[in-house]
């Protein structure tokens, strides 16, 4: 994703784990920019990525972003894993909001995140 310029901030469990909280994700979620400028770098980014989304009539290959439902967000489907791709919560906040409250953490990789624990827990 990064590699294709798509702008996210990792939100949920794995943010969490990211920023220290003992934790075991089962999935990926991330908030995206949604704008229509984004837009190609994100359905580039799923299509390296080998993402399926489920449609009506099962699971099909992100090949554009036509039949992507842009108004809330998906479950993309990877080789790697479940990615929730989330371009507006429920209580309307975007990746403006998530972004000003994430911290950028340091993958062992050497390249970096935006991370933004959305809960947690007492």
Do not use: Y
């Amino acid at each position: 994703m990064c590699q294709r310029g798509c702008r996210f901030v990792v939100v949920g469990s794995v943010a969490r784990s990211l920023t220290g909280d003992s934790v075991n994700p089962k999935d990926l979620d991330i908030v995206v920019d949604a704008s229509l400028a984004q837009r190609p770098a994100l359905v580039e980014a799923l299509i390296d990525l080998g993402a399926e989304v489920e449609r009506r009539r099962g699971r099909v290959p992100v090949t554009s972003g036509i039949a992507l439902p842009w108004g809330w967000g998906w479950r993309s489907t990877t080789p790697f894993g479940d990615i929730d791709v989330i371009t507006k919560f429920i209580d309307d906040t975007t990746i403006d909001e998530h972004d000003l409250l994430a911290s950028t953490v340091v993958l062992p990789s050497g390249n970096s995140v935006r991370c933004h624990p959305t809960r947690r827990r007492e």
